[in-house]
C-alpha cells in the first residue's frame, strides 16, 4: 500500500489535535517517542471524524516522519544564537547575514528553511517534545506491530488462482478484482484486531499512565519550557534566564502546568516584571 498521500490543512489540525490529546493522555514515552499501537488508533480515531477519509497507519507514520524532519531543522535552528521566533510571521528568522549563511552551509538539505512561515511549529513542540531523532519514531510504528503478534500490511500475501492458461482479459479482470478484495478483507481484519487489542486495555493504561505521569510532570513541563518560551518570540538570552530561574520554583511550575498556550504569554509577561 502506498504511504504517501495529500493532506489537506483541515486533516493536519484534526491530527494534530489528536496527537495533542494523546500526549496529554500519556501515551507518548519519557523518552519522547509514541508507544505501541499509536498509529494506528490515530488512524482510528481520523476515521471517525472525517467521514469518508481514506487513511491508514502507514500514512500517519509517514506524515509524522515529514513533519519531525522538519521540526527537527526548526528545533535546531532555535537552538542556534541569533535565530528567534516572528509570531506574526510564524516562521524562524535570523537577522544576521554570516549566521544564516554558516547555517545554510552546514545544512544543506535542512526540511525547514529561515525565513520561511511553519505555522505548526508551537504545536509539534508539544507533539514531539525532546524527540527528535528521526529514526526513533519508525521504529516505535515497527514495534507496533510486532508487540502485538500481528504482520505489518506490507507482509501481507494474498491467495493465488492454481496455475492455467493465459486467462482472457474479462477472467483476469475478475481474478485481480477478487485478490484485491480479499487484501482489502485482509487488511481491514488485521487493523480492526489491532484496534481491539488497543481498545481492549486503552482505559486501564491510560489510567496507569497518568498515574506514572504525575511524577513526571515536572520533569517534562522543565524539558519542554525552552521550546514553549522560544516559540513565543522570546530573545534566546531571555528564555535562559526564565528558564533558569523558574524550573528552580516548585509552585510557579505548578501553575505553568495548569495554563493553556493562549495564558501562558501573560503569565511570563508578569513573570518577568518580577524579576
Request: glycine content about 6%.
Amino acid at each position: 500500500m502506498a504511504t504517501s498521500r495529500n493532506w489537506i490543512d483541515h486533516e493536519e489540525d484534526v491530527l494534530l489535535t489528536i496527537l495533542e490529546e494523546m500526549v496529554a493522555d500519556g501515551v507518548r514515552c519519557e523518552t519522547g517517542s509514541f508507544k505501541a499501537g499509536t498509529f494506528v488508533m490515530v488512524a482510528s480515531k481520523m476515521r471517525e471524524q472525517i467521514p469518508g477519509i481514506n487513511i491508514e497507519s502507514k500514512h500517519i507514520q509517514n506524515k509524522l516522519k515529514r513533519l519531525k524532519e522538519k521540526y527537527s531543522s526548526a528545533y535546531d535552528m532555535m537552538n542556534t544564537s541569533g535565530f528567534g521566533w516572528d509570531d506574526e510571521k510564524k516562521c524562524v528568522v535570523v537577522d544576521n547575514d554570516e549566521i544564516l549563511q554558516d547555517w545554510v552551509k552546514k545544512h544543506p538539505n535542512a526540511s525547514c528553511k529561515p525565513n520561511k512561515p511553519f505555522p505548526l511549529y508551537p504545536r509539534l513542540c508539544t507533539v514531539f517534545g525532546r524527540d527528535r531523532a528521526t529514526g526513533s519514531m519508525a521504529e516505535s510504528a515497527a514495534d507496533a506491530i510486532d508487540n502485538m503478534g500481528l504482520e505489518s500490511e506490507d507482509c501481507e500475501t494474498s491467495e493465488m488462482p492454481p496455475h492455467s492458461p493465459t486467462p482472457s482479459p474479462s477472467v483476469a479482470t475478475s481474478s485481480a478484482s477478487q485478490t484485491v478484495r480479499k487484501r482489502k478483507r485482509s487488511r481491514n481484519d488485521g487493523d480492526a484486531n489491532i484496534i481491539s487489542v488497543i481498545n481492549e486495555g486503552w482505559n486501564k493504561a491510560v489510567t496507569e499512565m497518568k498515574k506514572l505521569g504525575e511524577s513526571f510532570t515536572f520533569r517534562e513541563a522543565k524539558a519542554r519550557l525552552p521550546s514553549e518560551l522560544q516559540a513565543m518570540g522570546l530573545p534566546y538570552d531571555q528564555v535562559l534566564r526564565i528558564s533558569m530561574k523558574l524550573v528552580k520554583d516548585t509552585d510557579l511550575m505548578g501553575i505553568w502546568t495548569t495554563l493553556d498556550d493562549s495564558q501562558k504569554p501573560d503569565f511570563i509577561k508578569v513573570f518577568m516584571e518580577s524579576l
